[in-house]
């Protein structure tokens, strides 16, 4: 009896893992939008590439990623009721003089609205855009705002966030 239970414990958690699924967290398709290239088959291989690119550095506009020639759309799973839409969202340079960016990973595509907001909670400066997913940078110019400290609410859908900036 005492040998039996340990096997049977054993082989319960063995049917539990395989019982278990794994779901990847992002998906990509990956395309080729070039300018020159060409693709074929060698040996039952298909063989894609691209000639003379001049886009070496990764471009975004929150719709589309260029990447050194491919087009790399993110897909993701659907979003669990009640999960946060955005992450990683970051304001630099803090303290900003002419321009601060704002960055963020959108996980869905969503009507974006920026806000700065001063101490007497007056609205100096709102911005709504429609983004699609993936990591976006925004440019605030903050050259015309008087020194201080300001917050920059960032709204998605019904996720609204803070944060402080610094003017100086």
Request: net charge positive.
């Amino acid at each position: 009896m005492k040998c039996i239970l340990p096997k049977c414990i054993l082989a319960l958690c063995a049917l539990t893992l395989l019982c278990l699924t794994a779901h990847a967290q992002l998906i990509l398709n990956r395309q080729v939008t070039a300018s020159n290239g060409g693709s074929g088959v060698v040996n039952g291989t298909r063989i894609q590439y691209t000639i003379g690119e001049s886009v070496v550095q990764t471009i975004s506009d929150g719709r589309l990623l260029l990447t050194q020639g491919f087009q790399q759309p993110e897909e993701l799973p659907p979003l669990a009721p009640g999960a946060s839409p955005v992450k990683s969202y970051l304001i630099f340079p803090n303290p900003a003089v002419s321009n601060a960016k704002i960055q963020f990973d959108l996980l869905l595509e969503a009507t974006t609205t920026i806000q700065v907001i001063n101490t007497a909670g007056q609205t100096l400066h709102s911005q709504v855009i429609r983004l699609g997913v993936g990591k976006t940078t925004v440019v605030l110019p903050v050259n015309h705002f008087a020194a201080g400290i300001y917050t920059v609410m960032l709204k998605v859908g019904s996720s609204i966030y803070y944060e402080k900036l610094i003017v100086q």
